[in-house]
């Protein structure tokens, strides 16, 4: 009799093995890609900016608010919309958008395969978007196109589609680093946002690429920190305070913005044109805007900057806000191709300056900069990623306190007022469900001693064919199956109807006893020991629903176990976060006198 089995000595802490190290050299390949992807992506920007509000083809760095153009400004962003519809409908429809739902989707549905459409498209339309007013950031189309450029030479080699989803998220991280020189905040990105898991076979080689693309930056003398900043505040309860303040009105104001996107976005999809007018449609706003507030065009780099410096007025910052957010809201909802990053910390900027009035005194800049932060964070539901994104943004790691108390509070808010967040309400829209929740496997924590069924019916080996035929049959046998065992209670085998059948059909006679016919064949078999994790692969590979259980020493019947008793534990893991107990004897005593005195009543 042979026994399919393995002790616990393969147990470990993580299961990664020697070949990250190969997934971590291609990587380093992977952010020079992207590194390389995300100054052309600057550059082009410049570029479409300069032809398309100063008729120059340069590279110098001009802004839309200087342009020459006056009221014929108004249709710079209608042209450069039509350009980005003909590219989506005629190239590729997965440069709509922002950047960051898009990789989502392909991570967890498309098997992280992105096409080379996308890794060329998505950068030329995002540039032209930018170029000509769009009110957005380079940095969701640079994740895109890093993820693009990573999942492309993923695809080109032998890797698992995990391997591939990991060469994916790190081009995006290598592009995001590009773009803002945030290496840690890109980590944090990839693994609040993009990775789906919490390993070190993924978070290794996406480390690795970040890095890279942060060293290759400093080696071409690319600004960092690229918004110096040096303001503090004296911790004290006025400043906690005003810290959670500022992070209530910062989620609230996620929210606002989250449903003003998709109520615009449902606006478009009841127009009887086709989708590849309707950026049109969001650049002519975009266009009267600009003539309101020109500097909402653009990705607006300098309003942040201001805003950190002091120099915003509360009058100027209250404008800048309610036009960004109209024109940012019905530009993205309209299907166009830009980023959020950077429009959220412009208009939590300008929140955060208009309320640094009411707010405790501090360092010029510090209240907007707290409600970037939480606003980046509580609209992206990313508190880790917003909180460091803002510390390596401006080089000051004294406000790390007071940002992680801004961000976890506007996280809070928006969990608890919407049910997605503005990148995951995208891909909820196409019918697919998120959860971002990472929690161990409770399959990974429970072994199979605690679930098992201690009582167990078993049938002798001597018992023929026929027998069996009655016995599974009769109507007070309560069970599908059972295990077969000797007279030293080792386990033979499991019978069961279909056994049976197969046995009968094959021609074995009726007096065949179990033993005969079970006799030389493979057993698989569980150990108490044993985690259910392991236990559910063994359950499929061999194809049954029960397991007999047996001890280790002996090999004798102890147990046994099927699929109804491993559901117990996820019904065990429901319970204890759904039921609620004192286990205080004084608490446990005040919950039962409440409960004598609500039954006497």
């Not at 429009?343 to 501090?362: D, R």
């Not at 679930?451 to 069996?468: C, D, N, R």
Request: glycine content about 10%.
């Amino acid at each position: 009799m042979k026994s399919a089995h393995a002790g616990n000595g393969h147990l470990r802490d993580f299961t990664t093995d020697p070949r990250v190290l190969i997934i971590a050299a291609i990587a380093v390949v992977v952010a020079i890609a992207g590194l390389f992807a995300g100054i052309v992506l600057l550059q082009l920007i410049r570029l479409a900016t300069n032809i398309a509000y100063f008729g120059q083809f340069s590279l110098a760095d001009l802004k839309p608010e200087n342009s020459p153009l006056g009221l014929a400004a108004v249709l710079v962003p209608v042209i450069g919309a039509l350009i980005i519809g003909l590219m989506a409908r005629f190239g590729s429809e997965k440069i709509r958008g922002h950047g960051i739902p898009e990789a989502i989707e392909a991570i967890l549905l498309g098997r992280s395969r992105l096409d080379a459409k996308v890794a060329v498209l998505k950068p030329l339309s995002s540039a032209i978007s930018i170029g000509s007013g769009g009110p957005f950031g380079a940095e969701g189309p640079i994740i895109m196109t890093g993820g693009a450029i990573g999942s492309l030479i993923a695809q080109m080699l032998p890797v698992s589609d995990n391997e591939r989803k990991t060469l994916l998220v790190a081009g995006a991280a290598a592009g995001m680093t590009t773009v803002f020189g945030t290496p840690i905040a890109a980590i944090m990105l990839a693994v609040e946002l993009l990775l789906f898991e919490w390993t070190p076979r993924s978070f290794i080689p996406v480390a690795v690429a970040a890095i890279v693309a942060e060293v290759e930056r400093s080696l071409l003398h690319m600004p960092s920190p690229i918004f110096p900043f040096s303001g503090t505040m004296e911790a004290s309860i006025a400043g906690l305070g005003g810290w959670v303040v500022v992070g209530i009105a910062a989620g609230l104001l996620s929210g606002l913005l989250t449903q003003l996107v998709y109520a615009c976005e449902d606006a478009f999809l009841k127009l009887p044109i086709h989708w590849m007018w309707w950026p049109m449609i969001g650049g002519l706003v975009v266009g009267i805007g600009g003539l309101m507030e020109p500097h909402a065009l653009g990705v607006g780099y300098d309003n942040i900057a201001n805003m950190l410096d002091g120099r915003t007025v509360a009058a100027a910052a209250l404008l800048l806000l309610v036009v960004k957010a109209v024109i940012w809201a019905v530009a993205l909802g309209s299907g166009t191709s830009g980023g959020v990053l950077a429009p959220l910390l412009i208009m939590g900027g300008a929140m955060g300056t208009v309320l640094s009035g009411i707010l405790p005194e501090a360092s010029p800049g510090f209240w907007p900069l707290l409600a970037m932060a939480a606003t980046m964070g509580g609209t992206m539901r990313a508190p880790l990623t917003a909180t460091f994104f803002a510390t390596e943004l401006t080089g000051d790691t004294r406000v790390l306190v007071p940002l992680i108390a801004a961000c976890a509070t506007a996280h809070a808010v928006t969990v608890l007022l919407m049910k997605r967040s503005i990148l995951t309400e995208k891909v909820a829209r196409r019918g697919h469900h998120l959860v971002r929740e990472y929690r161990v496997d409770p399959f990974a924590l429970t072994r199979v001693r605690d679930v098992m069924t201690t009582k167990v019916e078993s049938v002798p080996a001597t018992m023929t064919l026929h027998s069996a035929a009655t016995f599974l049959t009769a109507p007070d046998t309560r069970h599908p199956s059972f295990p077969v065992i000797d007279d030293n209670e080792h386990v033979l085998g499991v019978i069961d109807p279909p056994a049976i059948l197969r046995w009968r059909r094959a021609g074995k006679h009726r007096k065949a006893t179990l033993g005969e016919l079970l006799g030389g064949g493979k057993i698989t078999l569980a150990y108490p020991d044993e985690y259910l994790e392991a236990l559910s692969d063994k359950l499929l590979t061999a194809n049954v629903s029960h397991l007999p259980v047996v001890s280790r020493e002996d090999e004798r019947l102890i147990g046994y176990i099927g699929w109804k008793d491993m559901m117990r534990v996820r019904s065990k893991k429901q319970a204890e976060e759904r039921d609620r107990t004192a286990l205080l004897s004084f608490g446990a005593k005040r919950k039962a006198q409440q409960s004598v005195s609500d039954s006497a009543v």
